[in-house]
């Protein structure tokens, strides 16, 4: 066990800059800009400002859902927001989010631009403005919302709590890494119980719920995220990795985790999208300076 006492705090929290930890360099006490910076503008109605972090997928592969479905309001710019270079913090960006987080979209449509940010609140949007994977059976509905808001809620110590503390803050604690490890474990085991009965996760159909839990929890039940896979035996949740392979066999699944995607394979990453043809291999070749 940790040594308990090694940190006693002091009266008054003080804002010491050099704590270390990976991304210790863009977190702050405060909220508001940094520096003015507009937010670039395409040519579609839906502008998305993101990285292809698993918040960031989500809105991505619904964006790429609706397309596949047909809906060309649904086209979209997706403009590439460095997070670790505090891109996050420029005027522009904060305006769409004053919470200064990935993704945020903002809607050129209607007669006003309207901004949303928080990914839950983005896929709730999306699928009300097009009608689309979210159930309008008050039952089905129910049961859809409950795991949307379940992800919003599970996630943060799944990243923030078990992920921070596994593989980014600067030593290892095994009082942090013990309490977040079991809660993860207990999540997944949630997850495992509930898709042992349900193809989907809010039912038979696909939905928003899916699209929000996939990036997280999907990818922990292939060990793609922190290289936990062994610490937590995610083997064991067989009933997630069933779900999660269908998932990732979705074409616009395939498409929308590429997108503002900048690591793994190159072939994997398309740092912005303008256009369908976007994703063709020699496009994003010439994007990312092969050709
Ligand atoms: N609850 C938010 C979380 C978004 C979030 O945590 N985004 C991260 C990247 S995955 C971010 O932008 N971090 C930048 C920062 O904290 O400064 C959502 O679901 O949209």
């Known amino acids: ?38 937010l ?9 400002h993101s990285l292809g972090t698993p918040n960031g997928i989500k809105v991505t592969v619904m964006l790429e859902e609706l397309l596949a479905l047909g809906h060309s ?9 460095r997070i670790n270079e505090g891109a996050q913090f420029g005027s522009g960006f904060v305006a ?28 709730l949007y999306l699928a009300e403005k097009f009608g689309c994977f979210v159930p309008t059976e008050p039952a089905l509905r129910a049961e859809c919302m409950s795991w949307l808001f379940w992800q919003m809620g599970s996630a943060p110590f799944l990243g923030g709590g078990f992920g921070h503390f596994y593989a980014y803050a600067p030593f290892k604690i095994e009082y942090a890494i013990d309490r977040f490890a079991m ?7 949630v997850l495992n119980r509930r898709l042992a009965e349900s193809r989907f996760i809010a039912g038979d159909d696909y939905t928003i719920a899916d699209m929000a839990i ?17 610490f937590l035996q995610v083997q064991e949740y067989t009933h997630v990795i069933r779900w999660a392979d269908e ?23 398309l740092h912005e999208r303008h256009d369908a043809s976007d ?8 994007l990312q300076g092969k050709a």
Request: hydrophobic content about 35%; charged content about 25%.
């Open 247 to 269: 998932i990732a066999k979705r074409p616009a699944v395939r498409r929308g985790r590429m997108v503002n995607r900048v690591m793994g394979p190159l072939e994997n990453q």
């Open 279 to 286: 994703f063709d291999t020699q496009t994003q070749d010439k």
């Open 40 to 48: 670039p503008r395409g040519k579609h109605p839906m502008q998305l």
């Open 96 to 123: 769409a989010n004053p919470n200064s987080k990935i993704p945020a979209l903002i809607d050129y449509s209607g007669e006003k631009p309207v901004r949303v940010f928080e990914s839950g609140a983005i896929l």
């Open 183 to 189: 809660e993860v474990k207990r999540q997944m085991d």
């Open 73 to 81: 309001g649904a086209e979209y710019d997706a403009w590439l927001v």
């Open 1 to 38: 066990m940790t040594d308990s006492n090694a940190y006693i705090p002091p009266k008054v929290w003080a804002w010491n800059k050099a704590n270390g930890g990976r991304f210790a360099n863009i977190n702050r006490p405060v909220a508001g800009a940094t520096h003015d910076k507009e």
């Open 214 to 230: 996939w990036p997280w929890y999907g990818g922990m039940s292939k060990g793609q995220l922190y290289e936990a896979g062994e």
